[in-house]
């Protein structure tokens, strides 16, 4: 049972470059998110997915975009990078409902925008 | 609008002492809570939740929390500190109508030998 996977785990990036982060989970979970982990910042929510087609805005949207063709995936494109979008990057999913309520999280990806 | 307050980004305490992490939650509806754990260069692991059954709830490692309704707290404790319960912990709150989850800034913990 892989979890939630993330790749890559480590990015660089030159200003105003794009690129996709890939998250990917087994458990058929219908709730995903990505997250950004800044220092002193906790964790942002960027956006989130609570199901197949159906995606939506958290706190720090601005610069990504994502979709959700499938339960299974929860692809987050950042547009044009910049130096503020240097972060580490979580993707967590979740079954809805009750005592189910509880994320698993990927490992992160690490970006660096120069 | 939901909130999570953890008092103390940084707590120091020496091996075998008593281990507290305050969390405080806002929330105008029944909420679930969470403490999540993480190790350095790792992503986030679920310790405990609280989903309105028992009001203490016991977690991986020895860890537990007490839920509080009157002070809208869900505090972490560990009696006897070990040298890898150094980490950093998240206190969360899911409430169901807002479809989110809402992060402490997290607390620090250094375990002194």
């Known amino acids: 049972n892989a979890g939630v996977t993330q790749t890559p785990k480590f990015q660089v990036l030159k200003t105003g470059q794009s690129m996709t982060l890939q998250c990917a989970q087994d458990?058929?979970?219908?709730?995903m998110s990505w997250y950004r982990q800044d220092p002193g910042m906790g964790l942002r929510l960027i956006h989130y997915?609570?199901?197949?087609?159906?995606?939506d805005q958290g706190e720090v949207p601005n610069g990504y975009n994502v979709s959700r063709s499938t339960t299974e995936d929860f692809p987050l494109r950042l547009l044009s990078a910049a130096p503020s979008q240097t972060s580490v990057y979580f993707c967590?999913?979740?079954?809805?409902?009750?005592?189910?309520?509880?994320?698993?999280f990927g490992s992160g990806t690490r970006l660096t925008v120069v | 609008a939901q909130s999570v307050t953890q008092l103390g980004s940084h707590v120091s305490v020496s091996e075998g002492a008593l281990v507290l992490l305050r969390c405080n939650y806002s929330?105008?509806?029944?909420?679930?809570l969470f403490w999540y754990v993480q190790y350095p260069n790792q992503g986030l692991q679920l310790l405990l939740k609280?989903?309105?059954?028992?009001?203490l709830v016991k977690g991986i490692n020895g860890f537990e929390a007490e839920f509080k309704k009157s002070e809208t707290s869900f505090h972490l404790t560990k009696p006897s500190a070990h040298m890898s319960d150094a980490a950093e912990y998240f206190c969360?709150?899911?409430?169901?109508?807002?479809?989110?989850?809402?992060f402490g800034t997290g607390t620090s913990l250094t375990v002194i030998p």
């Open positions: 997915s609570v199901g197949a087609g159906i995606t």
């Open positions: 609280y989903t309105s059954a028992a009001t």
């Open positions: 458990m058929n979970h219908e709730y």
């Open positions: 929330s105008s509806v029944p909420p679930y």
């Open positions: 969360a709150v899911w409430v169901e109508t807002g479809n989110q989850f809402y």
């Open positions: 967590a999913s979740m079954s809805l409902g009750g005592l189910n309520y509880g994320y698993t």
